[in-house]
């Protein structure tokens, strides 16, 4: 599947070209993008094979916190699978904290925005999990939720 934003913020060097496209991409369809970032197809597959179905929940961000971490093995999959448990960290935040959102930082780094207008790095968040295993992923959670 080829879509247009994605390959333009994927592919191009200028940072803020990029950014002003996913920020674009977001103001005209949230929850298109939204439905994009809670894709998450490796940690899916990760939880899957451990007999857990990602539901979107915080319930089932504590449910990943127990998984046992044998994706360190492969230190090539590692990035990818943080990635993906920051984007679904920030599924769950956007899909159950009130007031919570995607946004973009200059960067291009999409972010989750809460009420109290603090701003979120989920994909970092996402990404020491997968490599420390901390924070664990319900333990940010609470931190977003809590505002």
Do not use: H, K
Request: glycine content about 8%; proline content about 6%.
């Amino acid at each position: 599947m080829r879509i247009s934003f994605l390959a333009n913020w994927l592919y191009r060097d200028d940072t803020e070209r990029r950014a002003v496209g996913l920020a674009a991409a977001l103001a005209d369809d949230p929850e298109g993008i939204g439905e994009l970032f809670a894709e998450c197809e490796l940690l899916r597959a990760q939880a899957r094979a451990a007999g857990l179905e990602l539901d979107q929940t915080p319930a089932s961000l504590e449910a990943l916190d127990q998984l046992m971490p044998r994706w360190r093995r492969d230190p090539e999959a590692v990035p990818w699978l943080g990635n993906d448990a920051g984007f679904y960290l920030g599924t769950v935040v956007v899909r159950t904290v009130p007031g919570a959102r995607w946004q973009v930082w200059p960067n291009g780094q999409p972010v989750i925005r809460l009420a109290s207008g603090r701003e979120f790095n989920v994909v970092e968040s996402g990404v020491s999990w997968a490599v420390t295993g901390s924070p664990e992923l319900s333990q940010a959670y609470a931190e977003a939720s809590e505002g």
